[in-house]
């Protein structure tokens, strides 16, 4: 594809994206306040843990810090522990026979590594026994409009993957507009991974309930959608869920589920 077709591309793409935007409402429909008048569909405190991955993702983390987060992700049943891949074999064996999940991220946290590096990740990750893989996107080409990089990027992993590992791809939602927001998430449903995801939780921000409902609103209603980055509280975790997520990323799960 010469440069004026892709060019042509981008353009159609970004038009038959704002054509959709138009007719979403976000604004403010998602607040604090309309999760508190819907008491029917509230999660209790304690039942959150499902959606948890307790998270634990600084450089500075010790061998004694990861034992500690994998213990209590068994104490307080936590869907899986969310580690850097230096870390999955000491967590796989930690956790087994337990039922948590041990998930590696990828190209993290710029995403801007070479596609066959992630692969490589990848594969060590998973002979490690990690049962999920967030990767990074190619953040930079995504706003660069080069999609046939971040969609070869984004099947570079999957085909790393087994068929039973769960797939996550981070589109970093803080450094993107609202139509990249879109375009990025299409992609990532388009070369079947089975989560897209908010953020890193390392770059300007984290999750919002706007990136939420926007995410939901494109990849439809069966797409897992995992909002991590800023999670502090019952409150914040509660309004991620109800705007649409289905897992969440967070290191501050005890706090979470204490309500």
């Known amino acids: 594809m010469d440069e004026m077709d892709k060019k042509e591309l981008i353009n159609k793409i970004s038009e038959e994206v704002i054509s959709r935007l138009e007719k979403i409402d976000i604004g403010d429909s998602i607040s604090f306040s309309k999760v508190e008048n819907q008491k029917s569909d509230i999660v209790a405190p304690t039942d959150v843990a499902r959606y948890i991955d307790h998270t634990l993702l600084k450089p500075e983390a010790t061998e004694d810090q990861i034992e500690e987060l994998c213990e209590e992700a068994v104490k307080y049943g936590f869907f899986s ?6 870390w999955v074999a000491l ?20 995403g801007a590594m070479d596609s066959r590096t ?3 990740e990848t594969r060590n990750a998973i002979e490690n026994g990690a049962d999920e893989i967030d990767m990074v996107i190619n953040v930079g080409a995504l706003k660069n409009g080069d999609l046939k990089l971040v969609e ?8 790393a993957c087994r ?7 981070i589109i ?4 993107l507009t609202d139509e990249e927001k879109v375009i990025a998430s299409q992609l990532v449903k388009k070369t079947g991974y089975d989560f897209v995801k908010t953020s890193t939780g390392f770059s300007k921000a984290g999750a919002t309930a706007h990136d939420v409902v926007l995410m939901r609103k494109t990849v439809g209603p069966k797409m897992g959608i995992k909002a991590a980055g ?16 289905t ?7 005890i706090k979470i589920i204490s309500g």
């Open 247 to 253: 897992r969440l990323g967070a290191s501050a799960g």
């Open 172 to 175: 970093e939602t803080c450094l």
């Open 152 to 159: 070869e990027d984004l099947r570079s992993v999957i085909r």
């Open 91 to 110: 967590c796989a064996k930690k956790l087994r026979g337990t039922g948590v999940k041990v998930c590696a991220v990828v190209g993290f946290p710029l």
């Open 81 to 86: 522990v969310c580690v850097n891949s230096s």
């Open 230 to 245: 800023g999670i502090h509280n019952y409150e914040e975790a509660l309004l991620m869920i109800r705007s649409g997520a």
């Open 163 to 169: 068929s039973t590992t769960t797939t996550k791809a």
């Open 118 to 120: 992630k692969a490589y």
